[in-house]
Nanobody, 112 residues
Framework: QVQLVESGGGLVQPGGSLRLSCAAA?????MGWYRQVPGKQRESVAI???????NYHDSVKGRFTISRDTTKNAVYLQMNGLKPEDTAVYYC?????????WGQGTQVTVSS
């Protein structure tokens, strides 16, 4: 079992920035960020492999940047140009083999 602990959510005005952090207590291969709003399915926001390959949801390309520190088993999500539609609970995800691990989630609210 790998525990993931997120931090960095909060309230920000449209156009603002936030940085999410996630630390994994254990080794995972692929790490990423997902988000979910009430009544909708959880969706992938950004994913990064151990080798640095990244994949982004179309709606965040050019605004969000995922990065990783493999020495710390940590992943980060720099979110710039935030929009109200980015409001959601953001979850850190880690994959190792056939196992999926999730953080507890952190709320991001974009509102004026």
């Amino acid at each position: 079992q790998v525990q993931l602990v997120e931090s960095g959510g909060g309230l920000v005005q449209p156009g603002g920035s936030l940085r999410l952090s996630c630390a994994a207590a254990g080794s995972v291969y692929i790490m990423g960020w997902y988000r979910q709003v009430p009544g909708k399915q959880r969706e992938s926001v950004a994913i990064i492999s151990t080798y640095g390959s990244t994949n982004y949801h179309d709606s965040v390309k050019g605004r969000f940047t995922i990065s990783r520190d493999t020495t710390k088993n940590a992943v980060y999500l720099q979110m710039n140009g935030l929009k109200p539609e980015d409001t959601a609970v953001y979850y850190c995800n880690g994959r190792s083999g056939f196992n999926d691990y999730w953080g507890q989630g952190t709320q991001v609210t974009v509102s004026s």
